[in-house]
């Protein structure tokens, strides 16, 4: 439950616009082709634009969790995954989601 909530925030904090937040996906954990890779570096960004989603995320960080909430279960995604892999793009050469 700690993971998806951690998610969740992570995702709504990536579609706001000014906000620049960071965090890891551990399960599937992110695989490296390089072992030389600093793997504390974004890998993947996702513009707020690009997501379609409607609603204001400037707010706390539990406002616009339930903000990220409401939007992601009135869009067509089934998952989180599904988002990420539609949406973000990679930004490192050597990583993979």
Not at 17 to 42: E, K
Request: glycine share 6%.
């Amino acid at each position: 439950m700690i993971l998806i909530t951690s998610v969740l925030a992570a995702a709504a904090t990536m579609l706001f616009s000014t906000a620049n937040g960071h965090g890891y996906l551990t399960d599937p954990a992110v695989t490296f082709l390089s072992s030389s890779t600093d793997n504390t570096q974004f890998i993947a960004t996702i513009e707020s634009s690009a997501s379609g989603f409607s609603g204001t995320f400037s707010g706390s960080p539990a406002d616009n969790t339930a903000a990220f909430t409401t939007a992601f279960e009135a869009s067509s995604y089934t998952s989180l995954k599904e988002l990420i892999n539609d949406l973000a793009t990679i930004t490192v050469t050597d990583a993979t989601l």
